[in-house]
């Protein structure tokens, strides 16, 4: 079984300071639908792991933000790709929860529910906190320089394991050449 964790706001969509509020602002990153494509042709199965904590913060509810993923959903799969699950963390960051970023708790889920060997799992993302969840939990951890990319790479201090790519599209390439 093979399994892909992607982190959603500045991997898969373009990302914003003021959140993505709704489906109308949800807009995917050039080429990362076609690389989710990419993946699931290839037998991949792709599970999304996203902090989301303007639910908490009363910026949008819980039924916006299944409306966001229903669009991406289908943007997916209109381009021939299937994200197969979307999980979230609605909390804030003064919640003390187990599953917002970097804590392990989402990722340790996503790798039970699939029943999936962690360092068999590339997760992608492009903050620090996503690569510091995907090395607490053994996974690959694999920096892209979209979204807040560039900025998480100009400030260091990257777990060592981690892999640096140009965006999903090159992760897709290298993982279903
Ligand atoms: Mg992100
Ligand atoms: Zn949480």
């Known amino acids: ?86 999980f979230f963390c609605p909390h804030a960051a003064d919640d ?5 970023k970097p804590k392990p708790g989402m990722l340790e889920e996503i790798l039970r529910r699939y029943g999936a060997e962690a360092r068999k799992v590339t997760m992608v993302g492009d903050s620090q906190r996503d690569l510091e969840a995907a090395a607490a939990v053994g996974c690959r951890p694999v920096l892209v320089l979209t979204g807040k990319g560039r900025d998480t790479m100009r400030k260091g201090g990257l777990p060592p394991e981690t892999l640096v790519r140009v965006d999903l599209a090159a992760v897709a390439a290298e993982l279903a050449p």
């Open 96 to 100: 003390q929860c187990g599953c917002r």
């Open 1 to 86: 079984m093979k399994l892909i964790i992607l982190d959603r706001d500045g991997v898969i969509n373009h990302d914003s300071d003021a959140y993505i509020k709704s489906p109308e602002e949800w807009r995917p990153l050039e080429g990362s639908l076609e690389a989710i494509a990419r993946l699931t042709k290839a037998g991949y199965r792709v599970a999304v792991a996203t902090n989301q904590s303007g639910v908490a913060r009363g910026l949008f509810d819980l039924a916006t933000l299944a409306a966001i993923h229903a669009k991406m959903h289908q943007a997916a799969a209109a381009a021939g790709g299937r994200i197969e699950s979307v």
